[in-house]
């Protein structure tokens, strides 16, 4: 099988060094006591972590009999953008830097939070072109700021011509955590707030900057992974074009953190990528990257999946020149999944994998099986 370098970004978070492992342990022990070419993304397309878990072992393959039914005709518009839930959107701070596109103190339902708004250095906010918008979520004891540098976003707005919004997790007055695991997943959570932050951002985004609608896309990293792989279980899943789920998936620590898949209507096509048997960190990645990759082949979803041998750290990848991201598959793919491709295809089935994608990255063979 082949697997997909983009796992880097979601072993990011051990780019930091180990103590996000020991910030994990602690919090669950809490909880559970209480490039050919670049293509530019507007184009068209051409037992256990820490011996945390008892999961049962998953199987190995996709069942051979998942083969999905395509309907003959399929048409889907984006559904209108969320309203802001204060009434009046705040002017957003955008900029081509992680320094110059921080908005603090934004007004979300009860609180005031922080993210990025990347824009490219030639973003015309009066001109004719209509931009991709790209939501990214960091990681355990990541920020936004960390996952600008460590992901090369802004090289990425820069190359691949999109915009990109960073959330920052929340924190209290005296700077500390809201969220034991970052982002408000655990089944002790209340994630009204975070989506209502989400809705938010959506909705003053796309009302002061030129986005396409066919193309809002979405990634997440480890413990951002995990609360996108949440999110997608939403009805928030119906503005999504396409995701990248890095180190994901549906999560499951006993008392801790039980993910469950819901269909929605909108079959976004995602890449699901994980780090092998050795990604492990509190969470079985392994495991809950192929739940979710099950759940959405069964779903009639587009999956491509990558699983390279590195655990939960960064991935062997490359860029494919030297003036380009390293994570310019991941990109490649957003822009060649735009909103509303009928169940189960791709551009890539009939095109075939780019040229530079890494050899752990694959498409399963079901969807192949027409």
Known sequence: MRTTALLALPLLALAAGCTETAAATDAATADASTADAALPMDAAPPTDAAGALDEPA??????????????????????????????????LRTGPDAASSLNQNFPTGASRRQFRVLVPRNYDPQGSDRWPLVFAWHWLGGTGDLLVHEADLERAVERYRVIVVVPDQERTADDRPVNSFTWPYLLASNPVPEQTFFDDM???????????PARVH???????????TALTSTPRAEHFASVAILSGGLGYVPGVLRLTYTPEPNK?????????????????FEDASRRLRDALLDDGHFVVECTHDRGHALPPIEAPTPD????????????DHPYGLAPATSPWITAGLPSYTPTWCDIPPVLLQR
């Open 58 to 91: 998953e199987k190995v393959d996709v069942a051979p009999d998942r083969v999905r039914v395509v309907p003959t005709e399929w048409t889907r518009t984006p559904p209108p953008f969320p309203a802001y839930s204060l009434g009046q959107c705040p002017t």
């Open 202 to 212: 959506l909705a003053c985004a796309t009302s002061q900057l030129r986005v396409d």
């Open 218 to 228: 979405a990634l997440g990293v480890s413990a951002g992974a995990l609360w996108l």
């Open 268 to 284: 976004f096509p995602a890449m699901v990528l994980w780090g092998g048997p050795t990604d492990r960190l509190i969470v079985n």
């Open 324 to 335: 380009d991201s390293r994570f310019a598959i991941l990109w490649r793919f957003l822009a």
